[in-house]
């Protein structure tokens, strides 16, 4: 109890730092690179940066973006001990969202879901063996803004989340809150740049958790025609309660053809899994208290978007 107490003053002291250095810097300038052009595509919240790694910078002047995602993420846990069971889990969210930033200052995004989700659980010697379920439908509304500050090549940006509880009962209404920080440092006239994000998370029920992300991206080819960015991150949530910690390894491509349309592929495989049994498959084993961490799971996902960027 006392080295997650400790943990959680270390995480907000961070973010508290990160804040204060925020406040007292000076906006972050325009930047003249053939580069450029890459700070604006967005991620899946809208905000600028890549699949949920959000970019401290924000593009000079006036621009705005909107487009369409599809994401999916497909979680396979299976248990094998006393008692054998299995739950595989997929989401396909298709999102549209918008957003728009100013002066390399101010970025603020909306996004709304259309959520499909296959929830499969199979629990070898229980009454209720075999279970399939099917949901639809719009998910919860979400709001995100940050704002800019640089420091030379380094740009400091606090950022929220909200997650608006409007979504239809089998697919949303849960509201969440994540409260953060952005950094990114640039070299190379802006070409290559090393991204974190630490970040507070507040789920309604009364859930927290502790979310970072480290990583990296670069502008590989940069013409009139077309500009190319990839990029690599890790991603790490610890939840409170839980002993260990989920990490994934992001990685993906994105494009900006024409200097008007956007286009990203990534994809998200788990490296570490937290090992806890979903609470779906521990109800069907009626809470016995012989089995406590699955022992072989596996998740993995996709992203694809399409979009447009207008830069004024």
């Known amino acids: ?53 959000v970019d401290a910078r924000v593009p000079g002047v006036l621009s705005a973006r909107a487009g369409l995602r ?18 595989r889990l997929e989401q396909h969210d298709f999102v549209a969202y918008a957003g728009g930033s100013a002066f390399g200052l101010l970025d603020a995004a909306i996004r709304l879901p259309f959520i499909y989700r296959r929830d499969d659980v199979d629990v070898r010697g229980s009454t209720q063996q075999l279970r399939a379920r099917y949901d639809e439908g ?32 089998d697919v949303g209404r849960v509201a969440r809150l994540e409260y953060g920080g952005a950094a990114t440092f640039a070299i190379l006239n802006q070409y290559l740049a ?58 993906g491509i994105q494009a900006i053809i024409f200097r008007f349309f956007t286009v990203e592929l990534g994809g998200t495989v788990r490296l570490v899994d937290a090992g806890h049994i979903d609470d779906t498959i521990r109800r069907d084993l009626r809470g016995s208290s012989r089995v406590s961490r699955h022992l072989d799971g596996e998740a993995w996902g996709l992203s694809l978007s399409a979009g447009v960027l207008f830069t004024f």
């Open 194 to 251: 090393v991204h974190a994000n630490l970040v507070g998370v507040q789920i309604e029920g009364g859930r927290a958790a502790f979310r970072f992300r480290l990583g990296a991206s670069a502008v590989v080819l940069a013409t009139e025609m077309v500009l190319l960015r990839v990029y690599a991150y890790g991603d790490g949530v610890e939840y409170e309660g839980k002993a260990d910690t989920d990490f994934d390894l992001d990685m």
């Open 70 to 87: 599809y994401d999916v993420f497909v979680h396979d846990q299976r248990l094998r001990r006393e008692v054998r069971a299995r739950r």
């Open 1 to 53: 109890m006392g080295e997650r107490t400790a943990r959680n003053l270390a995480a907000r002291g961070l973010l508290g730092a990160a804040a204060l250095a925020a406040a007292l810097a000076p906006p972050a300038g325009a930047i003249e690179s053939d580069a450029e052009p890459a700070i604006g595509l967005a991620g899946r919240l809208g905000l600028t940066g890549f699949q949920d790694m």
């Open 138 to 169: 719009w998910g919860d509304l979400d709001i995100a803004a940050k704002v800019a500050f640089g420091l030379g090549p380094l740009t400091l940006a606090p950022y929220l989340h909200g997650r608006m509880p409007t979504g239809e009962p």
